[in-house]
Structures are given as structure tokens and as C-alpha cells.
């Protein structure tokens, strides 16, 4: 760590190395290659959460380090921007999700526990209607599960990803030579 920067290093022969090697466009709008966007990300993520990100490339082959150095950071910035914008189109279509389980999970709820009161009023002191009824709360609880389940926990992990994401893409690149 230096001046507040969590440093990520990456080693590679040529600058073309960083990017897969079968999206044919240039550098800029250029996928990077999944093994060094998982690198990249591993190390991010063993980082705390404060503090800035830099990626510090060495190559060893590099016709014009000032133009890689440019055209690099320019490349990185924009692959993980467009990596913040599928991630909060990720979470939005969860929370979407949520919304329409929560709508649903509650219609039931309602439902079953109007069921439930109705076979209690018509049918007092019947074991098995009693059963039926106990049994009908449960399956409303139960479809509650699936709005629980997001609105608890699924959003945390994608919210995280996303704010690291945002943080990768406003990473110093530096390009240097060995």
C-alpha cells in the first residue's frame, strides 16, 4: 500500500496479454481476459474497503510505453465501468424480483390466513380441520421464503461486488516496463 493505494501487481510478456483474445476489437471497449479479471478481482477483494485500488502492469515487451500506458488505463476504466453498469442492472432485476415475490408472498399470506380463519369459525373444535388449518399458516410462512431470502440476504454480496466494481474502475493503471 502506498499514498492510500492498495497496489495490485500483474506480470505479463506484452500488453495484449490483459485482453481476451477473442474479442476483436482494440484496446478501448476490449474485453479483459477472464483469467486476469480474475486476478484482478481476487486480489481487490482480499483488500479492505477503504482506500483506492492502483494496477501496477509490468511487460516486458512494449513498443511505446507511453501509449500503452494510455491506451491501458483507458481500456481498464471503461471494462470495469461497463462491469458497474451490468451489475446494477443485476440488482435492479433482483430487487425487481424481490418486489414481485413480496406481492405475491403477501396475496398468499393473506389468502391462507383468511382460509385458515374461515375453516376455524365454520368448523370449531375439528381436529382435522384444525390440522388443515395449522398446516395452511405454514405454507403461507413458507412462501414468504423466497422475498425473505433476498430482501435479507441475496442483495448484500451483489451490492458489495458492485461497490468494488466502482472502485476497480476508478483505479490508477500504471504501465511500466522491466
Not at 477473442?22 to 478501448?28: C, I, M, Q, R, T
Not at 471494462?79 to 453498469?85: E, I, L
Not at 430482501?151 to 461497490?163: I, S
Amino acid at each position: 500500500m502506498e499514498n492510500n493505494e492498495h497496489i495490485i501487481k500483474l506480470q505479463l510478456r506484452t500488453v495484449e496479454q490483459l485482453f481476451n483474445s477473442f474479442d476483436p476489437s482494440p484496446f478501448v471497449g476490449r474485453d479483459l481476459d477472464p483469467a486476469a479479471e480474475e486476478f484482478i478481482l481476487g486480489w481487490a477483494q482480499e483488500h479492505p474497503r477503504h482506500g483506492s485500488f492502483k494496477l501496477q502492469i509490468t511487460v516486458t515487451e512494449v513498443a511505446d510505453i507511453e501509449r500503452a500506458q494510455s491506451r491501458v488505463s483507458d481500456a481498464v476504466r471503461s471494462y470495469f465501468t461497463a462491469s458497474v453498469a451490468r451489475s446494477g442492472q443485476e440488482f435492479s432485476r433482483l430487487m425487481r424480483r424481490g418486489r414481485f415475490s413480496l406481492l405475491v408472498g403477501v396475496i398468499f399470506l393473506i389468502i391462507c390466513f383468511g382460509a385458515s380463519d374461515a375453516l376455524q369459525h365454520y368448523f370449531p373444535h375439528s381436529k382435522p380441520l384444525d390440522f388443515v388449518s395449522e398446516g395452511l399458516l405454514i405454507v403461507c410462512w413458507v412462501a414468504m421464503w423466497q422475498p425473505l431470502q433476498i430482501f435479507l440476504y441475496e442483495w448484500w454480496p451483489l451490492f458489495r461486488h458492485k461497490q468494488l466494481l466502482q472502485r476497480l474502475a476508478a483505479m490508477r493503471v500504471e504501465v511500466v516496463q522491466r
